[in-house]
Protein backbone atom coordinates (compact mmCIF):
# COMPACT_ATOMS: atom_id res chain seq x y z
CA UNK A 1 0.00 0.00 0.00
CA UNK A 2 2.63 2.37 1.04
CA UNK A 3 4.71 2.09 -2.06
CA UNK A 4 1.63 2.86 -4.45
CA UNK A 5 0.75 6.08 -2.37
CA UNK A 6 4.07 7.09 -3.07
CA UNK A 7 3.52 6.16 -6.82
CA UNK A 8 0.77 8.47 -6.51
CA UNK A 9 2.77 11.10 -4.39
CA UNK A 10 5.39 11.01 -7.85
CA UNK A 11 2.92 11.27 -10.43
CA UNK A 12 0.95 14.41 -8.62
CA UNK A 13 4.59 16.05 -8.23
CA UNK A 14 4.51 15.55 -11.64
CA UNK A 15 1.52 16.93 -12.61
CA UNK A 16 2.14 20.35 -10.32
CA UNK A 17 5.68 20.53 -11.98
CA UNK A 18 3.55 20.26 -15.33
CA UNK A 19 1.29 23.20 -14.49
CA UNK A 20 4.10 24.90 -12.69
CA UNK A 21 5.96 25.16 -16.65
CA UNK A 22 2.80 25.91 -18.42
CA UNK A 23 1.76 28.64 -15.87
CA UNK A 24 5.49 29.89 -16.40
CA UNK A 25 4.79 30.40 -20.48
CA UNK A 26 1.47 31.93 -19.85
CA UNK A 27 2.58 34.20 -17.31
CA UNK A 28 5.73 35.55 -19.42
CA UNK A 29 3.36 35.99 -22.67
CA UNK A 30 0.51 38.08 -20.13
CA UNK A 31 3.50 40.32 -18.96
CA UNK A 32 4.79 41.01 -22.67
CA UNK A 33 3.35 44.32 -23.82
CA UNK A 34 3.62 43.12 -27.36
CA UNK A 35 0.43 40.90 -25.99
CA UNK A 36 -1.40 44.24 -25.67
CA UNK A 37 -0.17 45.41 -28.71
CA UNK A 38 -1.44 43.42 -31.40
CA UNK A 39 -4.96 44.58 -30.19
CA UNK A 40 -6.10 40.30 -29.77
CA UNK A 41 -8.44 40.37 -26.75
CA UNK A 42 -9.45 36.99 -27.61
CA UNK A 43 -6.01 35.51 -27.07
CA UNK A 44 -5.68 37.49 -24.11
CA UNK A 45 -9.00 36.33 -22.52
CA UNK A 46 -7.70 32.24 -23.11
CA UNK A 47 -4.53 32.85 -21.67
CA UNK A 48 -6.58 34.26 -18.84
CA UNK A 49 -9.08 31.65 -18.13
CA UNK A 50 -6.40 28.91 -18.75
CA UNK A 51 -4.20 30.89 -16.09
CA UNK A 52 -6.85 30.85 -13.58
CA UNK A 53 -7.79 27.22 -14.43
CA UNK A 54 -4.20 25.99 -13.46
CA UNK A 55 -3.96 27.81 -10.36
CA UNK A 56 -7.09 25.92 -9.52
CA UNK A 57 -5.66 22.53 -10.91
CA UNK A 58 -2.58 23.15 -8.83
CA UNK A 59 -4.51 23.94 -5.71
CA UNK A 60 -6.63 21.14 -6.17
CA UNK A 61 -3.23 18.62 -6.30
CA UNK A 62 -1.81 20.58 -3.52
CA UNK A 63 -4.78 18.86 -1.31
CA UNK A 64 -4.24 15.52 -3.08
CA UNK A 65 -0.55 15.70 -2.37
CA UNK A 66 -0.82 16.53 0.94
CA UNK A 67 -3.83 13.46 1.68
CA UNK A 68 -1.58 11.41 0.25
CA UNK A 69 1.35 12.30 2.26
CA UNK A 70 -0.38 12.07 5.46
CA UNK A 71 -1.81 8.45 4.45
CA UNK A 72 2.04 7.71 3.91
CA UNK A 73 3.42 8.88 7.63
CA UNK A 74 0.39 7.06 9.55
Known amino acids: A ?3 ISRACVSVEAQMA ?3 EEAKVI ?7 RLYERQKPD ?3 RATARRA ?13 L ?3 ETLEA
Open 67 to 69: ELS
Open 27 to 33: DGALSDP
Open 43 to 45: LIA
Open 53 to 65: AITRETEALEEEW
Open 18 to 20: KLA
Open 2 to 4: AAS
